[in-house]
Nanobody
Framework: QVQLVESGGGLVQAGGSLRLSCAASGSIFSINAMGWYRQAPGKQRELVAAITRGGNTNYADSVKGRFTISRDNAKNTVYLQMNSLKPEDTAVYYC???????????????WGQGTQVTVSS
């Protein structure tokens, strides 16, 4: 089985920083895109940032210039460095990965359990 385990969430004051990590483990052949999503109370889950295996990145407009996504392919891990945090960044952050379990088998989406990020004003 495949697991995505997130860490690094917590409580921080506005203007502060946090770094989220997400490690994929299990019987993995390869990982395509990895990303971070978030869901605030009463709102839909939204894409925060994504990164391809080759390192191409994509960001939500609301986090451009403040958040940086990166990955370590050797460790099957994706990171999200969050700077200049704002109260509106408060949400549960979820890791996502497109994982191929065997050669020639299409990849499937896997999700982490979520980690709470709370930014106080």
């Amino acid at each position: 089985q495949v697991q995505l385990v997130e860490s690094g969430g917590g409580l921080v004051q506005a203007g502060g920083s946090l770094r989220l990590s997400c490690a994929a483990s299990g019987s993995i052949f390869s990982i395509n895109a990895m990303g971070w999503y978030r869901q605030a109370p009463g709102k839909q889950r939204e894409l925060v940032a994504a990164i391809t295996r080759g390192g191409n990145t994509n960001y939500a407009d609301s986090v451009k210039g403040r958040f940086t996504i990166s990955r370590d392919n050797a460790k099957n891990t994706v990171y999200l460095q969050m700077n200049s945090l704002k109260p509106e960044d408060t949400a549960v952050y979820y890791c996502n990965a497109e994982i191929r379990l065997r050669i020639l088998v299409p990849p499937n989406d896997y999700w982490g359990q979520g980690t709470q990020v709370t930014v106080s004003s």
